[in-house]
């Protein structure tokens, strides 16, 4: 089971073997610095898997992006379980944020919904009157 971990902005990462960068065809080699390394971190919003001295780097400078988060949330679970299996532990907290986004963008959607409904019944009844006035 491989326990993923989470910045202070949200991005998640796991911390990996040499070993376990192998086992996906990596080279144990940082993506960032090009380094042999015996540890690294699997990082979803990067892409990469880098050394640690690389991480800390990134971790000082690295910014918080809702479209980052996101997308992280729509699609890192399938990503990290392609690298790690299918046993993966998320940070505690993870899930909750995770469905309170979603929920967000269901409402949004809806709203829309809503916009489109109104322009669609306010056509049908322009449509009718000028029918029944041709009628008339």
């Known amino acids: ?7 202070n902005n949200g991005y ?22 090009g380094k042999d390394m015996d ?12 050394c640690p001295e690389c991480f800390n780097t990134w971790i000082g400078r690295s910014k918080k992006y809702e479209d980052d988060l ?11 379980k392609a690298y790690l299996g299918s046993s993966l532990v998320y940070p505690e907290g993870f899930s909750n944020r995770n ?19 109104k322009v669609i019944s306010d056509g049908l009844k ?6 029944s006035d041709k009628s008339a």
């Open 1 to 7: 089971m491989k326990k993923l971990e989470e910045t």
């Open 12 to 33: 998640l990462y796991a911390k990996v073997s040499r070993l376990e960068c192998l086992s996906w065809g990596g080279m144990g080699m940082c993506d960032f610095c």
């Open 39 to 50: 540890e690294g971190y699997l990082v979803f919003v990067l892409h990469s898997c880098i």
């Open 70 to 80: 996101n997308y992280q949330d729509e699609r890192a679970d399938g990503w990290f």
């Open 99 to 117: 469905i309170r986004r979603l929920q967000k963008k269901n409402n949004e959607i809806l709203k829309d919904i809503e916009k489109l409904d």
């Open 126 to 131: 322009d449509l009718l009157s000028k029918d």
